[in-house]
């Protein structure tokens, strides 16, 4: 596997169920993030952790609940989630969030989260 | 908070034809990246700019760091038909005390080559 990796690429839940999105990252980056994509609107930063440590919260509810376990991979946890939370959920990560640290952040190919 | 701005929002051209597309900033920018999505998957980076007046290119793509930082620009040249998807802009302000590795992304450009 190369680059950003993410599981499943979609998943249906009901709003009482419990599911996790995973991601995995294979280019040896220090940060990684979790944004929500939701039609007509800019991607919407969620969570940022570096070194496995949570640096940003982006006053995400708390049915949201992020895991870094080491730094290639990230877990996204979901509990009693509202149907307005449909949306595609991307995992990105990026050499580093230190000053003067490149800004390029890389990709995986998202999850499609639908909530009935 | 930072808003930006990109434009157009879509664009319907024939295959050849050359596009152009672009991104204006509230507050100023020292890092404006370009990515690519297509349908189902996640974006993909094109073109990553750090200096202001630096015009970068990657292929039939050149993109444009604005001299002023608040913009910047895309370019692709004679469109072929997997051109096809959603060109999104980002900026960082890149600015020490925590921030630097914040993006704000366009809303994007849905761009469609007609054969």
């Known amino acids: 596997e190369t680059g950003v990796t993410q599981t499943p690429r979609h998943l249906v839940m009901g709003m009482t169920n419990k599911k996790s999105l995973k991601c995995e990252q294979h280019?040896?980056?220090?940060?990684m993030y979790w944004y929500k994509q939701s039609a007509k609107k800019p991607l919407e930063l969620m969570f940022v952790y570096s070194l496995e440590e949570r640096v940003e919260n982006n006053s995400v509810p708390s049915r949201f609940s992020p895991e870094c376990p080491n730094s290639s991979h990230l877990f996204l946890h979901l509990h009693t989630l509202q149907p307005e939370d449909s949306a595609l959920y991307l995992c990105a990560s990026s050499q580093d969030i230190a000053f003067g640290a490149p800004n390029e952040q890389f990709f995986g190919p998202g999850t499609r989260l639908t909530v009935l | 908070g930072q808003q930006l701005n990109q434009s157009p929002q879509s664009m319907f051209i024939q295959e050849g034809e050359d596009v152009s597309m672009n991104c204006t900033s509230s507050s100023i920018f020292n890092t404006w990246l370009w990515y690519k999505q297509d349908p189902g998957e996640g974006p993909v980076l094109l073109i990553a700019?750090?200096?202001?007046?630096e015009l970068t290119s990657n292929g039939r793509l050149t993109a444009q760091f604005g001299i002023t930082r608040k913009d910047s620009f895309l370019n692709i040249s004679a469109s072929i038909p997997s051109d096809v998807g959603i060109y999104f802009c980002?900026?960082?302000?890149?600015?020490?005390?925590?921030?630097?590795?914040?993006?704000?992304f366009g809303k994007g450009t849905l761009l469609t080559v007609n054969p």
């Open positions: 980002a900026g960082s302000p890149g600015r020490s005390g925590g921030s630097n590795y914040k993006l704000t």
């Open positions: 280019l040896g980056h220090n940060a």
């Open positions: 700019l750090y200096k202001a007046g």
